[in-house]
Structures are given as structure tokens and as C-alpha cells.
């Protein structure tokens, strides 16, 4: 069952309270508590649960402005309303700036109090909501099936609810690869709109001429090859989401036009001669900067304030190093499924691979790489020899060597070899000890020894979840 809404007022005149008390209580389902003083106020404040304070400025024991300031370093996000004499407004002003909501002026009628009071309580209620929503993000690492926990990501997490919640049209710029179509399909599931069409348009994939009829349609006989009319994307995502993705490669010509949709709410099929309304949101993303494209010239300086009303940034996969073990598991957990290959672990040394190398292609890159790792893992364990050589080759050393000395350098490839090439060969031998030791060259027992010393598990690589 919803709490209902707690009013605390404060004001050292009894007949003011008894009155104000009477008038709230008579036109809302709040509950009503009074002081009156300051000190009674900060008692009331310690015992009792409030949303919304009404306060008298001129209190004789404590004033209102140095109640304020209490109220304010107890609870940040406590909303204040200020009544004041008339004649005295720079108190009121000064209250605001010193962080109330809003003042009333004495003497005031019921209808303007009431609005205030009302205004102020759905205020604090959205400052609620929002730290219900900023402290449920913060315990969950999988948001709309974006995977993420550093703080930047949060932040992300925290603009697309927030945006998702009205139809303003947003640009998600990032790096190649770091899911910006996957921030667009979390706006569009979280809005209103989540059960019209979320259309995703490829900017760079198509010639102009195409690309046009494509957003908008044309008519029988527009030009060679228009046999039947069409209707253009646009129009397919009416009442729901359209996806400008890579909106930096589209041509000038498609950028004045697409001003005008966004300006006027309708579009011009090719070859027709009128135009049609469409209830579109739109969000489009780029990997480019916009900024340098408008001072060569090449996009629209009106049509980049349009889309730029909420910007979200992606960040790259290097500035997100704690979430890489998270999307590691996320990754293996789907693509274990996928082909069948449930229970895969990670080998030793493959971790540390993972970490090392630097993810130019950001979170795509890696989760193919999870994808091939789990497709090429011939045993139980997943190890570093069953992901691309590339990845290898330039993590092998650098992985080590970071500003080690010498010796520990040394040490550190010689561990890092020792840890994939017994992996790879324990992996080509089904984890029989006997065989690989023969394969290598060793006496059982030795490669025993170096089993141990490298923590790694021969019945790991026992049974294959082939």
C-alpha cells in the first residue's frame, strides 16, 4: 500500500497552523504535522518521516532561513517552501537561492497555497523516483541488455531511463563497436512507444538517390524502376522509433530534408506532390565528430542542434576495464548456450589476455572473439590458443613486460608461454597427462610439477562438451 504524502509545517503562529493544517487536510489525503518553532521542526524532522516542509521565514527562536540551512545539510534533497510577509520578497528570494523550491506570499488564498503545495509534493516525488532509480542501477550490472557497471556506464544507464520517458530526439555518439543500436533499442523499449516499430535505418549503405526513397517513400512513375508506389521508412515507423544510425555519412542534400521532418512532423515521398504528417522519435548515433563535419562544411550546423536536444556518450572498451570479466561472462554464457557447449570455463592466463589487449573494435570485437573462442574450444576450458592469433600475438609480451624489470619480465613471458602452450597441448590430449607429456617431450611426473606450479587442472580438458 502507496505511504501517503507527509506535509510538515512550521510557523510560531497557532492560528496559521490550525488554519493552513485545515485547508490542506480538507482538499488532500495528506497527512498534516505542525511545530512550532525551528527546534520543534528539527524534532519533528528526527522522528518522522517528511516529504515536503512549509516554512515561515520570521520565527523568533530560530528563523527560517537558518532552518532552512539545517534541513538542507541533514537532507540534500529536502523541498523547502518558504511563506514570507509582504514586503519582505528578497527573503524569499535569498531562500531560494540558498535551495528552496518555492516561496508563498502572506496573505495567501487556498487555491494559490494548494498549487504550490502540489507543485512542490510532485517534485520531491520525482526526486524520489529518481533515487529509486539511481540506486537500482547501481545494483544491477545488466541494463536493457547492455552490460555494464563502471561508472560511465551507469551514467549512460541513468540518461537513456530518463530520456526513454519523453520524445526528444537524442544523439548517441561512441566509437565504432561500442553499442550505440543497442542504446537506441533500450530508448525506444523503455518509452511509450515500445510496441509501434523501431526502424533502423544504415546511413553510409546506400547512394543518395536511394537512400531517399528509402526514408521517404515515392510514388508509381517517379522515376525508371518506380512501378508501384512505396512507402518509406518514415512512414513505417509512424507512432513509434525510427534509428538514424551513422547519421554523419548522410549527404547534405538527405540532411536539409531531414531538418524538415524534424522541424514539421511530415515528409515528401518522391514524386509526390503534397506531404504527410508522421509521429516519429527519432534517435540517431554517429562514430564521427559532428563538430569538425559543421567546420568543413559538411553537416548541417541546424540539423546537429535538432538531433543533439540529449546527447549520450558511449564510452570505448579501454575506459571501461572493470567491465571487461563482466561482458566476458555474458558473452560466454550466450554463445555456450548457442552451440550447445554449456559448462565452459576460462583456462588460466586467458583472463589476463582478454584484459591486456586493447579492444579496437570495443565491445563487438570482444564479443566475437568470445563467440570464435567458444566455437574453436576443444575442452571444457576455454584457453588462450583458441582465440585469433591476432589477439595473441600482441598480448603475449606486452601482457609480461609493462614496466617490470629485467628479471621479472622474464619471468612473466616465461609464465605466460608456459601457461598457453600447456593449456594447448592438454587441450589437443583430452587432458590425459601420460599423452601430453609424451607429445612435450617430459616425464610425466615433470609436467605434473608445471601443472601445479601454472594452476592448471588436466581434468578440465577431460571431457569435451562436444
Known amino acids: 500500500m502507496t505511504e501517503k504524502r507527509v506535509l510538515l509545517i512550521v510557523d510560531d503562529e497557532p492560528d496559521m497552523l490550525v488554519l493552513i493544517k485545515r485547508t490542506v487536510s480538507r482538499k488532500t489525503d495528506w497527512e498534516v ?17 517528511v516529504d515536503l516542509v512549509l516554512l515561515d521565514i520570521k520565527m523568533p527562536d530560530m528563523d527560517g532561513m537558518e532552518l532552512l540551512s539545517r534541513i538542507k545539510k541533514r537532507q540534500e534533497n529536502s523541498t523547502v517552501v518558504m511563506m514570507t510577509a509582504y514586503g519582505v520578497i528578497e527573503l524569499a528570494v535569498e531562500s531560494i537561492r540558498n535551495g528552496a523550491y518555492d516561496f508563498i506570499t502572506k496573505p495567501f488564498d487556498d487555491t494559490r497555497l494548494l498549487l504550490t503545495l502540489n507543485k512542490a509534493m510532485e517534485y520531491q516525488l520525482l526526486i524520489h523516483e529518481n533515487q529509486n532509480l539511481h540506486r537500482l542501477i547501481r545494483k544491477r550490472d545488466v541494463f536493457q541488455n547492455i552490460v555494464g557497471r563502471c561508472p560511465k556506464m ?7 531511463h530518463m530520456v526513454s520517458q519523453t520524445d526528444a530526439t537524442a544523439l548517441i555518439t561512441g566509437e565504432s563497436g561500442t553499442g550505440k543500436e543497442l542504446v537506441a533499442k533500450a530508448i525506444h523499449q523503455l518509452s511509450p512507444r515500445n510496441e509501434e516499430n523501431f526502424v533502423v535505418v544504415n546511413c553510409p549503405a546506400l547512394p543518395e538517390n536511394i537512400l531517399e526513397t528509402e526514408l521517404f517513400g515515392h510514388t508509381k512513375g ?9 512507402k518509406g521508412l518514415f512512414q513505417e515507423a509512424d507512432k513509434g522509433t525510427i534509428f538514424l544510425d551513422e547519421i554523419g555519412d548522410l549527404p547534405l542534400g538527405l540532411q536539409t530534408k531531414l531538418l524538415r521532418v524534424l522541424q514539421e512532423k511530415e515528409i515528401k515521398p518522391v514524386g509526390h506532390p503534397r506531404t504527410f504528417k508522421v509521429d ?7 562514430n564521427r ?6 567546420n568543413e562544411g559538411r553537416f548541417r550546423e541546424d540539423l546537429y542542434y535538432r538531433l543533439n536536444v540529449v546527447s549520450i556518450e558511449l564510452p570505448p572498451l579501454r575506459e571501461r576495464e572493470e567491465d571487461l570479466p563482466l561482458l566476458v561472462e555474458h558473452f560466454l554464457k550466450i554463445y555456450s548456450e548457442k552451440f550447445g557447449k554449456q559448462g ?21 570485437e570482444l564479443e566475437n572473439a568470445i563467440e570464435r573462442a567458444v566455437i574453436m574450444a576443444r575442452s571444457r576450458a576455454i584457453t588462450v ?10 598480448c603475449a609480451v606486452a601482457t609480461c613486460v609493462k614496466h617490470l624489470p629485467y628479471r621479472e619480465a622474464k619471468e612473466g613471458v616465461l609464465t605466460s608461454f608456459n601457461q598457453e602452450y600447456l593449456t594447448h597441448v592438454l587441450s589437443e590430449r583430452r587432458g590425459n597427462v601420460t599423452h601430453a607429456a609424451k607429445q612435450c617431450g617430459l616425464e610425466r611426473q615433470a609436467l605434473q610439477q608445471l601443472l601445479r606450479r601454472y594452476g592448471i587442472k588436466s581434468e578440465d580438458f577431460r571431457k569435451s562438451p562436444l
Open 33 to 49: 504535522l505542525t511545530a512550532h518553532s525551528g527546534r520543534d521542526a528539527l524534532d519533528v524532522l528526527a522522528s518522522s518521516r
Open 154 to 160: 551507469k551514467r549512460v544507464f541513468e540518461t537513456i
Open 222 to 230: 517517379a522515376f525508371t524502376d518506380a512501378k508501384h508506389d512505396k
Open 280 to 286: 516519429v522519435r527519432v534517435v540517431a548515433s554517429t
Open 289 to 294: 565528430n559532428l563538430r569538425e563535419l559543421m
Open 344 to 364: 565452459l570455463t576460462l583456462a588460466p592466463g586467458f583472463m589476463e589476455i582478454i584484459c591486456e589487449y586493447p579492444w579496437h573494435g570495443n565491445v563487438r
Open 385 to 394: 590458443s583458441d582465440l585469433t592469433p591476432e589477439v595473441r600475438e600482441e
